[in-house]
């Protein structure tokens, strides 16, 4: 794709939609620039056919995608110009968003299982699919069995789908305040309607777990697609954590979804200690490190197992003495 992109672009530049790629490409003599934008543009693409193919779908007929930035404006005659050009080269159509498109709608429109496919299918070690491909494993399921394991290892045992970032939540309430400042409106927290969806009824902010919600976008968004799924069956397993040590608290907290990042909005809450949780000045289960490459940061966590190693060994023969 790349090469096939070196050849379209510089007979697009002069066109008006590619403006901002003909400034940067205006020196070029050796032509590194070109090849660094094709190939970058072709690794662009190349995500857009797993991720988002339909916007491919309707730029190859020409139309445009509501509510995209200014980059579709080159984007979109730029691919349709890739279609058309391979097409030229009487090479064929096909492609990884309409070929798995075609096999989806294969699988649905079939009445019976077709041959050749496995009474069922394991899937494992895999923390995240694209849309299209759960799309394909689904109607694959409609003649045989999937069996999904480990497919992300949900933290929390309750909804969290709708939890919100505290630096999301943040942000919005700043681009708020400044639409009610150049508009002269409400300020948020005086507009009742909208500031209410930000706080739960007790009217604290709606964060949930704020670790999770920062931390968890990418699993979040991922289990509201599975959860999407027809024909489904989920099977939980989630244990019980002993919050004995620090790593133990965070991974109950988010567990059973409660947020302790906050000990108290006044003095008495302050005073008080059943919100409290002592903590093993020597308590080492979350430490940082400052690793300025790769193989360090492997360095550190081979002397860091090593050294956990050794001090399970040694507890345990102590233990073995003293009995």
């Known amino acids: 794709?790349?090469?096939?992109?070196?050849?379209?672009?510089?007979?697009?530049?002069?066109?008006?939609?590619?403006?901002?790629?003909?400034?940067?490409?205006?020196?070029?003599?050796?032509?590194?620039?070109?090849?660094?934008?094709?190939?970058?543009?072709?690794?662009l693409?190349?995500?857009?056919?797993?991720?988002?193919?339909?916007?491919?779908?309707?730029?190859?007929?020409?139309?445009?995608?509501?509510?995209?930035?200014?980059?579709?404006?080159?984007?979109?005659?730029?691919?349709?110009?890739?279609?058309?050009?391979?097409d030229e080269l009487g090479q064929p159509?096909?492609?990884?968003?309409?070929?798995?498109?075609?096999?989806?709608?294969?699988?649905?429109?079939?009445?019976?299982?077709?041959?050749?496919?496995?009474?069922?299918?394991?899937?494992?070690?895999?923390?995240?699919?694209?849309?299209?491909?759960?799309?394909?494993?689904?109607?694959?399921?409609?003649?045989?069995?999937?069996?999904?394991?480990?497919?992300?290892?949900?933290?929390?045992?309750?909804?969290?789908?709708?939890i919100k970032d505290p630096a999301y939540l943040a942000k919005l309430l700043t681009r708020q305040r400044r639409h009610s400042f150049e508009d002269r409106e409400l300020p948020l927290f005086r507009d009742s309607e909208n500031a209410g969806q930000l706080f739960n009824s007790d009217g604290e902010q709606d964060v949930g777990n704020p670790l999770l919600a920062s931390w968890g976008?990418?699993?979040?968004?991922?289990?509201?697609?599975?959860?999407?799924?027809?024909?489904?069956q989920e099977l939980d397993a989630f244990v019980d954590v002993t919050p004995d040590n620090l790593l133990h608290n965070i991974q109950s907290d988010i567990l059973e979804l409660e947020n302790r990042a906050v000990a108290g909005v006044n003095i008495e809450e302050f005073s008080r200690s059943d919100n409290k949780r002592p903590l093993d000045p020597l308590d080492s289960s979350i430490t940082f490190h400052v690793c300025h490459s790769p193989q360090r940061e492997v360095e550190v966590l081979h002397d860091r197992l090593y050294?956990?190693?050794?001090?399970?060994?040694?507890?345990?023969?102590?233990r073995a003495t003293s009995s």
């Open 307 to 318: 050294c956990w190693r050794c001090w399970r060994k040694t507890r345990h023969l102590l």
């Open 93 to 162: 159509r096909w492609h990884r968003a309409n070929l798995y498109q075609r096999f989806i709608e294969t699988l649905e429109s079939a009445t019976t299982c077709p041959p050749g496919l496995p009474s069922r299918v394991f899937i494992c070690g895999i923390s995240a699919l694209p849309p299209v491909y759960l799309q394909a494993l689904q109607a694959l399921g409609k003649h045989i069995e999937i069996h999904l394991f480990s497919l992300f290892t949900n933290p929390c045992r309750y909804y969290w789908g709708d």
């Open 217 to 232: 976008k990418l699993g979040r968004d991922y289990i509201y697609l599975l959860s999407d799924l027809e024909s489904s």
């Open 1 to 43: 794709m790349s090469w096939k992109l070196m050849t379209l672009l510089p007979q697009l530049l002069e066109r008006e939609d590619f403006t901002l790629l003909r400034h940067y490409l205006t020196d070029d003599s050796d032509k590194r620039k070109l090849f660094q934008l094709s190939s970058k543009a072709a690794d």
């Open 45 to 86: 693409f190349d995500q857009y056919l797993v991720y988002r193919p339909d916007w491919l779908a309707q730029w190859e007929t020409g139309h445009l995608v509501e509510g995209l930035g200014e980059a579709q404006a080159w984007q979109a005659p730029l691919w349709k110009a890739l279609v058309e050009y391979t």
